[in-house]
């Protein structure tokens, strides 16, 4: 989604008055050099508060932000995000410029599996295809036959003819899935540091001194956590629940900052804050947003064949899916 309000107007009520002051002086330079690079700052659901509602020009998952940004006459595209969302905006916006506040904003579950892994896992079976979580290297989704998303991965896993899919890196999400096909799905060994910390204990243990609570949970979480839940969904899937059951408490077993962007929007709902938070999210920040702009660092390139590569296997999922690009 996207703000039209000014970037300062937009944090009245999101944050303390010293630290919206204190954001607002980023904001502004923020603002000047934007419109001076003809740039659009994109904010992952992960974000904190005052970049996702102050510098933000688009909200939203990994893969919807890119096609947002495709969309527009930007020349540059700053990714409030993790490296591989910042190489999925350059594979579906070649032309444009790239960047990244910080080169250390990685990913725990992008980083289990490499361009090479896959393709000795082809090697091992034979024929079986390979579907891969957007949520990896521009390399990984190049020597994958289709991606996924966690809002999609069943249905994609469904499309395809074989009995046996190879299913990377998420073994979480991977179990969720086999749970619900009959197919027979090989498992990578990957998962995200923050929701693997979470337990189904933990949530019962909420449930019990609050009654009513809901819980909705990401699939990325072990299967004792995703047991637990009233509702399994991406981040987009969460934020589109609470908006359209506006429940009285909800948890949303998923990254921190999370909970804080989507509380600002629903003052009604009490927001349970079980809170893990990201380190490599965390690394952006409104200051190295500015410098970013500032010096244009730090651009991310990927190879055009990677690329192309990469671009065939998020086309051919966009091909299963309802809508021709996630909006």
Known sequence: MTDTRSATSRLAGVLPDAERVVAEHFLVQIERLKAERNAVVLAHN????????????????????????????????VMGGVHFMAETAKIVSPEKTVLIPDTEAGCSLAESITGPDVRLLKDRYPGVPVVTYVNTSAAVKAESDI???????????DSLAEDRVIFLPDRYLGRWVASQTDKQLIL?????EVHERFTGTELRDYRAS????????????????????????????????VEANKPASVVLVTECSMSDNVAVEHPEVEFVRPCNLCPHMQRISLAGILESLRTMRHEVTVDPAVADGARASVERMLAVGRRPVPA
């Open 46 to 77: 992960y974000m904190t508060p005052d970049i996702y509602h102050g510098a933000a020009d688009f909200t939203g998952d990994s893969l919807a932000l890119a096609y947002q940004a495709a969309r527009t006459d930007a020349d540059v595209i």
């Open 147 to 157: 991606c996924c998303t966690s809002s999609n991965a069943l249905q994609v896993v």
């Open 188 to 192: 990578w060994e990957g998962s995200c």
């Open 210 to 241: 609050r009654p009513g609570l809901q819980i909705i949970a990401h699939p990325e979480c072990p299967s004792d956590v995703l047991e637990e839940a009233d509702y399994v969904g991406s981040t987009a899937g969460m934020i589109d629940w």
